[in-house]
């Protein structure tokens, strides 16, 4: 099940947020990458102020992800997924509900790292495209990513 996030979801969706990007930070080697070492009262003004939508399996946020408008592109965010529950279709599943429920996003866009290949490939069988790369040092080079919606055909 999918749903729109709360405010008091905010601890379950950090602690989520950390369990999954554990291994992001061993692939690059950096302990401090910006997921895990944001705030609880950060994740909570997020959660307030954009579109989180969580997944919800037997009563525990299994995964997360966020969406917010600046003009008409929706930046998405921090999609995350239980290491208990990955390769199972949640993080597909998030994304095609945050993709439905920004109708008026005429685009979306996000990042990755070069090295997260499980991540690059869900994005490209999503119809993300590689719009550019840029190297931030020595170990990674962000890989950003954009969506726009065919608008003729009946959302996936």
């Known amino acids: 099940m999918i749903e729109r996030a709360v405010p008091s979801d905010a601890g379950e969706i950090l602690t989520l947020q950390r369990a999954a990007y554990v291994s992001e930070a061993q692939l ?22 954009a579109l989180v939508l969580k997944a919800i399996a037997a009563g525990r946020i299994v995964g ?3 969406g917010r ?3 008409t592109t929706c930046l998405v965010g ?15 599943a998030l994304l095609r509900a945050l993709h439905e429920q920004m109708p008026e996003a005429t685009a979306f866009d996000l990042f990755t790292g070069h090295l997260s290949e499980g991540n690059l490939r869900l994005y490209r069988r999503l119809g993300y495209r590689e719009t550019s790369r840029e190297r931030m040092d020595d170990h990674l080079t962000m890989v950003y990513l954009r969506r726009t919606p065919d608008r003729s055909r009946p959302p996936q």
Do not use: H, M, N
């Open 78 to 92: 921090r999609l995350v997924v239980a290491p208990d529950r990955q390769g199972q279709g949640v993080g597909t």
């Open 28 to 49: 690059y080697g950096d302990p401090y990458i910006p997921p895990l070492v944001e705030s609880l009262e950060q994740v909570r003004k997020v959660v307030e102020g």
């Open 64 to 66: 997360a992800v966020r």
């Open 69 to 71: 408008l600046s003009g």
